[in-house]
């Protein structure tokens, strides 16, 4: 959705209150492509400071269908999208995008929601996702999910370099 800022940059101080509908289906992050299973509409406050700079305010929640970093399977995961973001209209469009460090969600004088929430959810981005906290992931000789089944495979021997490692998070453990 675009939200045109025309009117709100003609009055110092005026604000715009905007509940937009997000249009994209599938989030596509550089970690590859997530549908969206549940969207709540962004709730945006827009705030005139004067001297062309505007403060954008917004909130959502966006659901995501994240395979589980273990075992693959794809797992709901909630994104709760909360931001605050001061832009200087003075600026032109590249000088902007070098000022927010992030691809540029204005064009013209067009809020482009989408390109917003996208930017909002890399930030909020989980550091891992999980299907449930014990989840026994693959089998790393033949692939099997450890969770639905067991394998006959024989359990890999660590690297001896690292079986000392091993050992230090095994004390750890016992603690």
């Known amino acids: 959705m675009q939200v045109d800022l025309h ?18 289906d599938q989030f596509h992050g550089t970690f590859g492509d997530y549908p969206i299973v549940r969207k709540s509409p ?5 705030v005139n400071k004067g001297d062309r700079n505007l403060q954008i305010k ?5 659901v ?3 395979p589980c970093d273990r075992c693959l399977e794809e797992v709901d995961t909630r994104i709760p999208l909360d931001f605050e973001k001061e832009v200087d209209m003075k600026l032109d469009e590249e000088e902007r995008v070098q000022a927010l460090d992030e691809q540029y969600f204005i064009e013209g004088y067009n809020l482009d929601v989408d390109k917003l929430v996208c ?3 890399l930030v909020s981005w989980p550091s891992k ?19 639905l089944k067991t394998c006959d495979c024989e359990p890999t021997d660590l690297d001896p370099r690292m079986a000392q490692i091993q050992e230090i998070f095994n004390k750890f453990k016992e603690v």
């Open 7 to 24: 009117d709100i940059l003609k009055i110092d101080g005026k604000k715009m209150q905007v509940n937009a509908e997000l249009e994209m």
């Open 42 to 46: 962004v709730s945006l406050e827009i």
């Open 58 to 62: 917004g909130s959502s929640e966006v």
């Open 64 to 66: 995501l269908a994240i």
């Open 119 to 121: 930017s909002e959810m």
């Open 129 to 147: 996702v999980l299907c449930k906290e014990n989840c026994k992931g693959l089998c790393n000789t033949c692939g099997t999910n450890l969770n």
